[in-house]
């Protein structure tokens, strides 16, 4: 257990908000999670902000990584075949290749799978959702594990593309437009295909589950109050307050792996209990 965290216990009171939140979510006509760092915190990957955040140890990186990556795509290549050259970002590879899908992933996983859950929104590059299982996705900032053209947005796996070290930066096998990584940078606009799918998840949703998020980066942190302006329910789930706390509809003070497994739990028994 992350010792950065407040001790969790499931309290009755708890475990009780927990239960409603699944009746909540067997009667939303369209329900969407949207999670964040905090989600992925028990895969034993550091959030970005608050207690043992990576920005807090190793400060926010530049805000126009992106603008830096156009202006030089050749040596950011080089840097990204070289990540020993900044050590962060060499331990964040390493933690991100060894990491495994938690208790929360596979709990959200299940909810789709199960017909009550329609879409999960993240904002994490881990792939963690993916390899739970769950299929309808939305990866805002992308996906550490692949590759996008610039210009035709095609995204690949690695080995799809060619990266010859000698002939950097890689091109796009389908238009000749250039190649990064699918992670979205500080200063890049969000591809336009991953942006629409969001918008049309969070217009029609009337419940959303906000999971280990601090809620501080735009657009993703404007789909609960999208949600709560159209007169949807916002469901937080988090072991410290957040942005989000004071306008949650509840907030479920706990995390994400022991919360989103209950949710899973009461959702479950009360279907079998044959409740509406
Ligand atoms: N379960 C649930 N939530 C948790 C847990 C846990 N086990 N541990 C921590 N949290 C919460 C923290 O309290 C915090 O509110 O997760 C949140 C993590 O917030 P951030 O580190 O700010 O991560 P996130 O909101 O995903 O950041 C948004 O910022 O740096 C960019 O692109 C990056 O996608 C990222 C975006």
């Given at each position: 257990m992350d010792e950065t965290l407040p001790h969790f216990e499931l309290?009755?009171?708890?475990?009780?908000?927990?239960?409603?939140?699944?009746?909540?979510?067997?009667?939303?006509a369209h329900a969407v999670a949207l999670t964040g760092a905090g989600l992925s915190v028990e895969s034993g990957i550091p959030p970005f902000r608050g207690p043992g955040g990576l920005w807090t140890k190793y400060g926010e990186p530049p805000m126009d990584g992106y603008q830096r990556f156009l202006r030089d795509p050749k040596a950011a290549w080089q840097a990204r075949l070289n990540p020993e050259k900044e050590p962060w970002l060499q331990g964040l590879h390493d933690t991100?290749?060894?990491?495994?899908?938690?208790?929360?992933?596979?709990?959200?996983?299940a909810l789709e799978a199960e017909g009550w859950l329609a879409c999960t929104i993240t904002q994490n590059v881990d792939d963690l959702h993916g390899q739970a299982g769950s299929h309808h996705l939305a990866e805002i900032h992308g996906n550490y594990k692949l590759l996008r053209c610039l210009q035709c947005v095609a995204r690949f796996r690695e080995g799809e593309v060619s990266v010859d070290p000698a002939s950097l930066p890689p091109r796009c096998p389908g238009c000749g437009g250039l190649v990064k990584g699918d992670t979205v940078q500080f200063g890049e606009p969000i591809p336009q295909d991953v942006l629409r799918r969001c918008f049309d998840e969070v217009a029609c949703c009337d419940l959303m589950i906000v999971a280990g998020t601090s809620a501080t980066v735009f657009p993703a942190a404007d789909f609960p109050m999208e949600v709560l302006r159209n007169g949807g329910t916002v469901i937080e789930v988090n072991p410290l307050p957040s942005d989000l706390s004071r306008v949650a509809s509840v907030t479920l003070q706990g995390p994400g792996g022991a919360v989103l497994s209950r949710l899973l739990h009461h959702t479950r028994r009360s279907a079998d209990l044959g409740h509406a």
């Open positions: 309290t009755p009171e708890l475990d009780g908000a927990i239960a409603e939140t699944a009746r909540q979510l067997r009667e939303a991100l290749g060894k990491a495994k899908p938690n208790d929360g992933h596979r709990a959200l996983a």
